[in-house]
Structures are given as structure tokens and as C-alpha cells.
T-cell receptor, first 108, second 115 residues
Framework: TQLLEQSPQFLSIQEGENLTVYCNSS?????LQWYRQEPGEGPVLLVT?????EVKKLKRLTFQFGDARKDSSLHITAAQPGDTGLYLC????????FGQGTELSVKP | NAGVTQTPKFQVLKTGQSMTLQCAQD?????MSWYRQDPGMGLRLIHY???????DQGEVPNGYNVSRSTTEDFPLRLLSAAPSQTSVYFC??????????????FGPGTRLTVL
């Protein structure tokens, strides 16, 4: 059983569309991180959210940490082909616990 | 800075063979860890180290050994390879580990196939 459930697992959209990726758990995390991974490379940190209810923006990406610190979402506005990749959420409970990942494909 | 480096990038083993995956970082990070990545399962922690001479088990440690004799190096040893160990292996490092919500820096990975 996955401690952190990520959805959807696969997402294929057209350039310009908006999308949201969800990361849910029944456990509380002290913080939560989002990573992006490109084929043949290691994950790269996008953001860390620490406070319940926190919202962080990174250009067209908006990250939110749930009030109870059990869930998080990543919203991308006007997706571009360069956003294509694997998005991973990871909760911190002493160690990093990863979700299964969301494979995003943005077609021109 | 080279960051986190891993060698080899690709490896094919036969069942029962042993090998060592190398990991090195030049950022003077205390915390280092090894993960394996399998389709649909995200990354799972194998072993980690909070400093030279100190190692501990993660979520899936069976079949793997680690040691940390220096701050820079954290090799992962497969004692007797099994097909279930076919995976992509990532090494990561950070200043103080996940507790501090530090940035984890990942290496480029080693793709291992066990026949």
C-alpha cells in the first residue's frame, strides 16, 4: 500500500491546457516536496511546502499544501511541451516518502 | 562542482553475481541515500547515511550493503544479484537530510538489469 497516492498516473494534454496533479495521504507530513524528472536523469527539486495551507508559485506552476498537511496539489497553467516529464511528490516523515509519480505529456 | 556522480550508468549482471554501484558528491553534504525506482512505484529508500561511519536501513534494504568511510563516497553493494533487483538506482545527498526539508540532490542514476 502506497503511503502517498498520486493521481493521475498518466496525463496527456495539448499545449495551452491547464492541469492539476494530486498527492494524497492519510498521514501527516512535516513538509512536502515536488520533484520533476526527465528521462535518463535524476529528480530535480521544484519546491518544498512546509506550512499547512501554504501556496507557492513558480512561474506557471502553483503548489498547495493542505491545511492538515496530509495532501498537496500541483497546478500548471497553460502547459507547454517543455513541461513534459515525470512529476513526483515526496512527503517528509523523518525520511522522504515518494508517491508513484505522474507522467505528463504536453503535445504541441 | 560536479554535484552527485554515479557510475556506471548502465550495467547487466547475471543472477548471483555481485557488484558495487559508486556514488560520490563534492558538496560536503552529510546526508546521503540510495533509492531504487521501479515503474508505478516511485522511489523507494534502500539505505541512508547521516555522516561518515553511520549508515541505516531504509524501506527495502534486503540484498544490499552500504558503507560510508568518507563524507564524499557512499557505495552500494549488491551481494548476490537477483532479477528482482533489476531497477534504476539513484543516489542523493543533502546537508542535513529530509528532517530539515533540505533540497535533495540526485545523481543521474544507474540502470541495472539482472538476467
Amino acid at each position: 500500500t502506497q503511503l502517498l497516492e498520486q493521481s493521475p498516473q498518466f496525463l496527456s494534454i495539448q499545449e495551452g491546457e491547464n492541469l492539476t496533479v494530486y498527492c494524497n495521504s492519510s498521514s501527516v507530513f512535516s513538509s512536502l516536496q515536488w520533484y520533476r524528472q526527465e528521462p535518463g536523469e535524476g529528480p530535480v527539486l521544484l519546491v518544498t511546502v512546509v506550512t499547512g495551507g501554504e501556496v507557492k508559485k513558480l512561474k506557471r506552476l502553483t503548489f498547495q499544501f493542505g491545511d492538515a498537511r496530509k495532501d498537496s496539489s500541483l497546478h500548471i497553467t497553460a502547459a507547454q511541451p517543455g513541461d513534459t516529464g515525470l512529476y513526483l511528490c515526496a512527503g517528509v516523515r523523518g525520511k522522504l516518502i515518494f508517491g508513484q509519480g505522474t507522467e505528463l505529456s504536453v503535445k504541441p | 562542482n560536479a554535484g552527485v556522480t554515479q557510475t556506471p550508468k548502465f550495467q547487466v549482471l547475471k543472477t548471483g553475481q555481485s557488484m558495487t554501484l559508486q556514488c560520490a558528491q563534492d558538496m560536503n553534504h552529510e546526508y546521503m541515500s540510495w533509492y531504487r525506482q521501479d515503474p508505478g512505484m516511485g522511489l523507494r529508500l534502500i539505505h541512508y547515511s547521516v555522516g561518515a561511519g553511520i549508515t541505516d536501513q531504509g524501506e527495502v534494504p534486503n540484498g544490499y550493503n552500504v558503507s560510508r568511510s568518507t563524507t564524499e563516497d557512499f557505495p552500494l553493494r549488491l551481494l548476490s544479484a537477483a532479477p528482482s533487483q533489476t531497477s534504476v538506482y539513484f543516489c542523493a545527498s543533502s546537508y542535513s537530510g529530509p528532517r530539515g526539508a533540505d533540497t535533495q540532490y540526485f545523481g543521474p542514476g544507474t540502470r541495472l538489469t539482472v538476467l
